[in-house]
């Protein structure tokens, strides 16, 4: 059984960071592709940033792209995303997943299991 944690959400003002936090095991992580999603209301699930640790290759969004970063903790079993120069348009319930079908991973579809979301609302 998959399990992803996530937390770290929370209010900002326009300008500032969070990071969020995916709390999984050692063998999701490395086995499969980790991203990030985010929804806003009346809208539909985005992709924000996908990680393959095995081959050290990343994904981003050109919307986060050199704001947000994905990284691991690997003591902690951890995935995180930074996320500086929040904007408000960044507002909404982001949300880890773990995929182990092929690409492309910037879809939903291929994401197998997810995280129950934290909201992130920045204010401007």
């Known amino acids: 059984q998959v399990q992803l944690v996530e937390s770290g959400g929370g209010l900002v003002q326009a300008g500032g960071s969070l990071r969020l936090s995916c709390a999984t095991s050692?063998?999701?992580?490395?086995?499969?592709?980790m991203g990030w999603f985010r929804q806003a209301p009346g809208k539909e699930r985005e992709f924000v940033a996908a990680?393959?640790?095995?081959?050290?290759?990343?994904y981003y969004a050109d919307s986060v792209k050199g704001r947000f970063t994905i990284s691991r903790d690997n003591a902690k079993n951890t995935v995180y995303l930074q996320m500086n120069s929040l904007k408000p348009e960044d507002t909404a319930v982001y949300y880890c997943?773990?995929?182990?079908?092929?690409?492309?991973?910037?879809?939903?579809?291929?994401?197998?299991?997810w995280g129950q979301g934290t909201q992130v609302t920045v204010s401007s």
């Open positions: 997943a773990a995929a182990s079908k092929p690409p492309p991973w910037t879809t939903p579809t291929a994401y197998d299991y």
């Open positions: 990680v393959i640790w095995r081959i050290r290759t990343t």
């Open positions: 050692e063998r999701t992580i490395s086995s499969n592709v």
